[in-house]
């Protein structure tokens, strides 16, 4: 099975500033005949359920602010806010979708500082 | 409007059954591939069984031989069939849309939770 791992497990940054969250998976999940990176992320919100942000690693969800974006290749990958708003605390998770079982990283909970 | 309400969440003795239902409303069920996914009392995410618009159903091992996913066309709605709870059960869990079968989860219901 191919695992998740996200550092840090807790994150504080001051409002307007960037917020960097780390995945990494155990095994590539890049898959060469489709030239796709198997990667999405997720954020959780107080008491709500998990709203998709980012899939294919980088591509954006209708909707969601320009302000988070996404990169990272082969097995390292990195979430960013760029301009950290109040709405924006949550826990993130990253997750893999290359093969089952799908797999989430544990979680990163992002406060204001 | 896209709607996932899951209901049928409750406290259940250990080793009791409990099936949870999933209603849909924007979407048709069988044209897509639907997900499980809970999460534990202040714990992460963890996928729990697929069942794709061609029938197929795949499970988590941590749930393969206890829970079953169905679905019925007609009512438009999915079910979590679990049986011989025990406490690693305990969850709300989350009935989800795997957007074009890849994984991606686009739209996720409310959760239901299951205190065992």
């Known amino acids: 099975d191919i695992v998740m791992t996200q550092s840090p497990d807790s994150l504080a940054v001051s409002l307007g500033e960037r917020a960097t969250i780390n995945c990494k998976s155990s095994?590539?999940?890049?898959?060469?005949?489709?030239?796709?990176?198997?990667l999405a992320w997720y954020q959780q919100k107080p008491g709500q359920s998990p709203k998709l942000l980012i899939y294919w690693a980088s591509t954006r969800e209708s909707g969601v602010p320009g302000r988070f974006s996404a990169s990272g290749s082969g097995t390292d990958f990195t979430l960013t806010i760029s301009s950290l708003q109040p709405e924006d605390v949550a826990v993130y998770y990253c997750?893999?979708?290359?093969?089952?079982?799908?797999?989430f990283g544990q979680g990163t909970r992002l406060e204001i500082k | 409007e896209v709607q996932l309400v899951e209901t049928g969440g409750g406290l259940i003795l250990r080793g009791g059954s409990l099936k949870l239902s999933c209603a849909v409303s924007g979407f048709t069920v069988s044209n897509n591939y639907m997900s499980w996914v809970r999460q534990a009392p202040g714990k992460g995410l963890e996928w729990v069984s697929v069942?794709?618009?061609?029938?197929?159903?795949y499970y988590a091992d941590a749930v393969k031989g206890r829970f079953t996913v169905s679905r019925d066309n007609s009512m438009n709605k999915v079910y979590l069939q679990m049986y011989s709870l025990g406490d690693d059960d305990t969850a709300v869990y989350y009935c989800t849309r795997d957007r074009s079968g890849d994984g991606i989860f686009d739209y996720w219901g409310q959760g239901a939770l299951v205190n065992v």
């Open positions: 997750q893999q979708y290359y093969r089952t079982p799908i797999a």
């Open positions: 095994q590539t999940i890049f898959f060469t005949s489709s030239n796709k990176t198997y």
């Open positions: 069942i794709y618009s061609g029938g197929n159903t």
